[in-house]
């Protein structure tokens, strides 16, 4: 479907700051008293703009107070905006990311294709954070009988090819919009991070899915030796991400659900060498000096596979 109103400019940063919002736990409920600390704040809001809230982006380094959960090990932002104001957000944010979602739409369906049942296939699937739609394209192409897309970016949505659009709803995750036990697959691929209320999204997909459906989330992983030994200068300390996961915490959501067989995996990211680049904590000039030397020597397109720490989880709602 096509945007029902133009895009609107990026929100002011005192929408997205003004009226911070204290929280628990938002995987098991455990008190933010009872959490320890991880990282102080971080954020300059003379830097938010139209790419802050957009996918894939060059990292920023700016955070909420984030803290971990002593029961679960989630590391969640103890203030953060209301629901409301993240979904305005994410709304009128930009969308330059057109390359590297092609990258990653083919990474993640080569890992789930082998899960792929012929039931699964013959059934719906659906894709909470879709973009411009591409993996939507990739389940096609696996045979998968119907496909919806939830994507709250009007840009990202403009983006996509014609005859991926039909497929596309534009706004956030409502689960009354679909019929329980309709659903015979729940994607949710780098965005959990994202959502005010990742407890909420299991467990309504849960519901939304058949007997043997499947639930399948990409998320970093904060305890990758690669995040850990980078801190803060991970790409993974952001302002979009109001949790962050690991395989302890990703196993008590899914199944704290009702979800069954969980199986948890660090995954293989392939990008162009450019965009790898764009990540890199380098200083100064050196970074866009890195980048403009792999263009002259060709290599900015060449693709390269790496494990940055991330995870793909995959569970089954029993039956």
Not at 129 to 143: I, M, N, P, R, Y
Not at 288 to 304: C, F, I, N, Y
Request: proline share 9%; aromatic share 6%; hydrophobic share 40%.
């Amino acid at each position: 479907m096509t945007p029902d109103h133009p895009p609107q400019a990026a929100p002011a940063p005192a929408a997205i700051l003004h009226g911070l919002q204290g929280r628990d736990c938002p995987v098991c409920g455990t008190s933010e008293r009872g959490a320890a600390p991880f990282l102080s704040a971080s954020i300059d809001p003379a830097r938010i703009g139209t790419l802050s809230f957009a996918s894939r982006k060059p990292p920023e380094y700016m955070s909420f107070r984030l803290v971990r959960c002593r029961t679960c090990e989630t590391v969640f932002a103890a203030e953060a905006p209301s629901a409301e104001a993240l979904a305005q957000a994410y709304r009128d944010a930009g969308y330059d990311s057109a390359e590297e979602a092609r990258y990653a739409a083919r990474t993640y369906a080569e890992a789930l294709a082998p899960r792929l049942s012929p039931e699964h296939r013959r059934g719906t699937a659906l894709e909470i954070g879709a973009g411009s739609g591409v993996f939507l394209q990739e389940l096609l192409d696996l045979g998968v009988t119907e496909v919806v897309g939830i994507e709250p970016s009007h840009e990202a949505v403009a983006a996509a090819p014609a005859a991926l659009r039909p497929h596309l709803r534009i706004g956030v995750f409502e689960p009354g919009h679909h019929r329980p036990g309709s659903l015979s697959l729940v994607c949710c691929f780098q965005t959990l991070e994202h959502v005010p209320d990742p407890r909420a999204l299991t467990r309504a997909a849960f519901d939304l899915l058949q007997p043997g459906g499947l639930i399948a989330f990409v998320t970093h992983d904060y305890q990758a030796p690669l995040n850990r030994m980078l801190g803060r200068r991970s790409p993974i300390i952001d302002i979009e991400h109001m949790q962050l996961f690991c395989p302890a915490s990703l196993r008590r959501l899914l199944g704290d659900a009702g979800f069954g067989e969980i199986g948890i995996a660090a995954i293989r990211n392939r990008y162009p060498l450019r965009y790898w680049l764009r990540l890199l904590p380098l200083p100064g000039p050196l970074k866009p000096a890195g980048l403009a030397a792999a263009e002259a020597l060709g290599l900015g397109q060449r693709s390269l596979g790496l494990n940055v720490g991330n995870l793909l989880s995959v569970a089954r709602k029993p039956g």
